[in-house]
């Protein structure tokens, strides 16, 4: 399982209280997703904890094909269902690069990801790691889809979180990406080698 119970949670009571989140039931899987964030699960295996958050936040768990937007203060919203699809499509599609994983650096509030021998640096926010399964974490990596976001998967459940890389952001401040490109100049998944002095 590489989802966090609680960091699911939060996550969605996060989102609640801002902009709400989207909870899509197709009977056999359930997605809860922001702007920012993506998680698909078995509804078997989705924790009972998550979907009791789902039932406090709107009153039930939306049915079957009717995706459903949550916010604070507001009542549940239908959305389009090709809306929906649109979101789905975005979330699950698009092309897949090379595969990431963490290394122990955090930058500016990110999780730093990197391919195994160095190279590009994503940056994962922290709040938003708490989402995922420690194992997931450390043992596992992350696919990098379209250039921005990272998606982890394993038996039947995915997770894809909105991802930066601001070596190459043109909205980055110029130190900023001049860090971010030192970053990627050296494998930080190495440890550091004792000068023996």
Same mark, same amino acid.
């Given at each position: 399982?590489?989802?966090? &119970? *609680? ?11 801002? @902009? ?8 056999? @899987? ?15 295996? !989705? ?27 507001? &009542?549940?919203?239908?959305? !389009?269902? &090709?809306?929906?699809?649109? =979101? ?37 926010? !922290?709040? !938003? ?5 420690? @194992?997931?974490? &450390? ?6 889809? =379209? ?21 190459? *952001? ?16 050296? =494998? ?5 080698? *004792?000068?023996?002095?």
């Amino acid at each position: 399982m590489i989802i966090n &119970e *609680s960091g699911l949670i939060a996550a969605m009571k996060r989102a609640y209280r801002a @902009d709400g989140y989207t909870v899509l039931n197709s009977g056999g @899987d359930v997605a809860v997703y922001t702007e920012n964030w993506f998680v698909l699960a078995k509804r078997t295996l !989705l924790p009972r904890k998550v979907l009791a958050t789902i039932v406090e936040h709107m009153g039930m768990i939306p049915e079957v094909d009717m995706p459903t937007s949550i916010a604070k203060d507001e &009542e549940p919203q239908l959305v !389009l269902r &090709e809306t929906a699809a649109d =979101d789905m499509e975005h979330w699950r599609g698009g092309d897949r690069g090379e595969e990431v994983t963490v290394v122990p650096v955090i930058m500016q509030g990110y999780q730093i990801y990197q391919p195994p021998g160095g190279g590009a640096c994503w940056g994962v926010p !922290l709040y !938003l790691m708490n989402m995922l399964d420690r @194992d997931a974490v &450390e043992y596992g990596g992350a696919d990098v889809i =379209d250039e921005n976001r990272l998606m982890w998967t394993a038996d039947g459940e995915a997770i894809v979180i909105n991802a930066v890389r601001k070596a190459r *952001s043109s909205w980055a401040k110029e130190w900023e990406r001049a860090v971010w490109n030192a970053l990627e100049g050296v =494998d930080l998944h190495k440890a550091e080698q *004792s000068t023996g002095r």
